[in-house]
């Protein structure tokens, strides 16, 4: 169920994320069983900081963005769309705080960002993991994701998930017809 931005799900809240979420984002960001696979790698505080102004100035501009996963009012992650700066596209990225991971919550908050933005009438979206994430890559099947293409990054073997809409001629911006 979708409330303006905010989005609840069967056991999450995810909102758009604010400065007041920042201290749950330096934790985040800056540890690496959570960020040390994510484009970028592990962040500084004054990365964290750019980031989240970054992060406010895309919901601003495009009515999108990253979301603030929330279980029983804890803050266990984010989801979202981002501007890719490898020219891809617009992304979809996933990362919790390792108490979190392992019980689905990954797959449920992304797929739930994944419906907002498609919703939202975004016409496609990637998502890119490292070969050897099975967490993500399974994530990113689950919620209707395909392969698409591959290229080496750092030495690594990068996956190249994405998901297509097309919408029908005359329809309103965020009718979609089709998936691919």
Not at 55 to 84: C, M, P, Q, Y
Not at 92 to 113: D, N, S
């Amino acid at each position: 169920m979708t409330l303006g931005r905010q989005i609840r799900t069967q056991r999450l809240v995810l909102q758009p994320v604010t400065w007041r979420d920042m201290q749950d984002m330096i934790r985040l960001k800056t540890n690496g069983a959570s960020f040390g696979r994510m484009l970028g790698g592990v962040r500084s505080l004054q990365q964290v900081e750019d980031e989240m102004a970054d992060d406010l100035s895309f919901w601003a501009k495009r009515g999108i963005g990253i979301f603030s996963i929330r279980e029983n009012d804890r803050f266990v992650g984010i989801t979202g769309l981002h501007e890719r700066p490898d020219g891809r596209g617009l992304g979809l990225r996933f990362a919790l705080v390792p108490e979190a991971a392992g019980r689905g919550i990954a797959r449920e908050a992304a797929g739930a960002a994944l419906r907002f933005a498609l919703d939202a009438g975004i016409e496609r979206v990637v998502g890119v993991t490292r070969e050897d994430n099975m967490p993500s890559r399974i994530v990113l099947g689950s919620i209707g994701m395909h392969h698409v293409e591959s290229f080496e990054r750092d030495g690594y073997l990068m996956l190249v998930y994405e998901i297509r809409q097309e919408r029908r001629p005359g329809a309103a911006h965020g009718s979609a017809s089709a998936l691919r």
